[in-house]
DNA sequence: ATTGTTTATGGCAGCGCTACCATCGGATTG
DNA sequence: CAATCCGATGGTAGCGCTGCCATAAACAAT
């Protein structure tokens, strides 16, 4: 009665008296309704009410070895991107008891780790983590969680626990193809700066034009030569992508080839600044010149004339893995361990060289397991 | 020796026995070495090493009634703009003990509530909520938080504790009045739904062209009649922005007024929807119409003419609302309850209608306390 | 009627850490 | 040299909840 050290909040032990029941079956009640009998839920949830009771979370975490928190670990928050990712995340939580503690690893290995253990400390009840690129030890760290672990926008023979994705080099190479079906033969490639999932799209792109017998590593700012161009100047450090770049990226490019009749974008970005570009020197898109992009933002369909681009699921994707996390927390099996969502190739105006469906988009599907169209954007 | 459920990792008590001292010793030693002698904190930190201890931050909670958690709470993920507040708040926490989490309220008063009350449980370190419209429940909630609370992205009288952010009203206003003096008269102002930020702007737009006397109900969508237009069809969940909005409205807008000869754009993602539509109808943009949005956006300076816009220093009130929370955790004092970052006035191209400075981005200082121009962009 | 099984509830102890106070040696002071 | 103070360290008792087991009552099976 002397060293009280308590905040004054009522705890489960007061509702319990108020109530007349022992403690341990507040806590049932709150936790599992189920298991309790009406009349002392009744008298519970008035206890509950009439002191405002409200449950620490800490303690019911200590107690229980395992708390609410969800560590969600994306490389970048500047990318509309893994916004999108997120919203399908916070989408998945709802309302249920889950809460989301989200880490930003800026693309750089030793802050994933680190953040990786600081996540740990909470004893998450899971772990949604982008990539395949962890380190060992983050990989260490992750086999030995003792959580479910989703890995999510990328897909792999090895996931740690469930991974759910895509194939970013089918997407870039079915892009690729359409561009040169459109009638384009010296595609270029833009890329900013490259981090794994760019790479696969640049493989894509190349085994595409390679296969039709068109590639030229000149045509490519992203290959060989990329610390001169795209990691030059004051880029070196920014890890994401303006349209400014794509200017000046796409004006480099026709520098070095000035036959280029195409860009494919490594993002969407880049290409609205490819389109800037091309307004600037009047260059006529799509007849003298296709502009594609990657992940189909809201802007890709208005802009003029309307911008192809490989439509990807990022909000399923980050839903999904909420869902698959529940579900092994529900002690529901889940054999599924690698899920791709697929990709659509939306064809627009600025890649309809032939003046074919001028105007409208048209969506291609093309994956192995194709995702419903539209299914990215939900209120 | 029988009923131990712990799983399995060592703990303080562990790390003391090794190092042959106290467990309070242990726990002093991680908090703040300053208080231990430096030879037991060798021998702490080697026991530390050798078994690979963890502290449990649950535990760690429970015992000082205090997390590490700091909450947030942002109305939208999908808005580039608070992807840039995140991102403040991210570079601002760096490595220090402080974790993240995000709530998204989506613009939901209700929702605010409940997730104020899911924070609540953590005890949390600290709070930054966006704006100052929180509920009655919410700001009582506020203020009985028992930790430091810091409203951030608008001003007011009364905050809570403290508050971070600017005016929308005199940003509006003082955007408006360039497009006066740039030579337009018939000035829209175009708006996809309201929160109370663009009520400011809405009302810092009309007083601009009050005060000019050109102000007309007829070249605004946003105001009386804004269900029938606004919030039209599926728009109405939909609260965010997107270009083909922005291209919609625009006309919808040319439609009731067709002498209208510049918008003024809520936001920056309507005002390149905006663009788009002068494109594809021919409109030459600034000299038979003038385009201006707000928070200057990384694509507005690329675009093609060049867009005017108001920066906003969303990387800075998030960054500094992070330095705020820290300085009061350590107890320093910080009596400046109201900070204003201020906005600046960028002038470009697609409001030159006189071909003044055409093409380069002309920036005008414009706050009660000016924030160093650039400053809302670092790696 | 007896035994076994299930369901509802409670008691106890423990989760891993820190607040609070006590202790103790050594430095400081007059 | 006694009185005082101070920094370093430790012991104890919580923080508020839940895991585990016991118990009692209700019911089913023999």
New interface residues.
């Given amino acids: 009665m002397s060293k009280r050290?308590?905040?004054g909040r009522p705890t489960i032990a007061d509702v319990a008296t108020r109530a007349g029941v022992g403690a341990i079956t507040v806590s049932r009640a709150l936790r599992d309704p189920s298991l309790v009998s009406d009349a002392l839920r009744q008298k519970i949830s008035t206890a509950v009410r009439e002191l405002g009771y409200?449950?620490?979370?800490?303690?019911r975490?200590?107690a229980s070895?395992r708390?609410d928190?969800v560590g969600v670990l994306v490389p970048s928050?500047?990318q509309?991107i893994f916004?999108?990712v997120?919203?399908g995340i916070?989408d998945g939580i709802g309302?249920t008891r889950l809460?989301?503690?989200?880490g930003?690893t800026r693309y750089d290995l030793d802050e994933e780790d680190?953040l990786l253990?600081?996540l740990?400390?909470?004893?998450p009840a899971g772990l949604i983590v982008s990539g395949i690129d962890q380190s060992p030890a983050g990989r260490r760290m992750l086999e030995k969680a003792?959580c479910p672990v989703i890995q999510i926008m990328d897909l792999s023979d090895d996931p740690v626990n469930k991974i759910i994705g895509f194939s970013h080099h089918n997407a870039a190479k079915a892009m690729t193809q359409h561009l040169i079906e459109a009638g384009y033969r010296r595609i270029g490639f833009l890329s900013g700066w490259m981090n794994s999932r760019s790479k696969g799209r640049l493989s894509g792109y190349a085994e595409a034009l390679d296969e039709a017998g068109f590639f030229d590593p000149a045509l490519t700012n992203a290959a060989g030569d990329l610390g001169a161009l795209a990691l030059r100047g004051s880029w070196d450090?920014?890890?994401y992508s303006?349209?400014?770049m794509?200017?000046e990226l796409l004006s480099e490019l026709w520098r070095r080839a000035p036959d280029m009749d195409a860009v494919f974008c490594n993002n969407d970005?880049l290409a609205?600044?490819a389109l800037?570009?091309c307004?600037?020197r009047g260059v006529s898109v799509p007849r003298d010149f296709g502009i594609a992009g990657f992940n189909d933002e809201?802007?890709m369909?208005?802009?003029?004339p309307a911008l192809s681009s490989v439509r990807t699921h990022r909000w399923k994707v980050g839903h999904d893995a909420v869902v698959a996390l529940r579900r092994q927390l529900d002690g529901e099996p889940d054999d599924e361990r690698v899920v791709d969502v697929g990709f659509d190739i939306v064809k627009r105006a600025s890649t309809d060289r032939r003046g074919l469906g001028a105007g409208e988009g048209v969506v291609e599907l093309v994956a192995s397991q194709p995702a419903a169209i539209g299914s990215g954007r939900m209120?």
């Avoid at 740990?120 to 004893?123: A, D, G, P, S, V």
């Fill in positions: 050290r308590t905040d409200v449950p620490n979370l800490n303690a975490a200590l070895t708390s928190v928050l500047t509309h916004a999108d997120l919203r916070y309302t809460h989301i503690q989200v930003n680190r253990a600081e740990l400390r909470y004893k003792n450090k920014h890890q303006t349209p400014a794509g200017r970005v609205l600044g800037f570009e307004h600037a809201d802007f369909e208005a802009a003029s209120a």
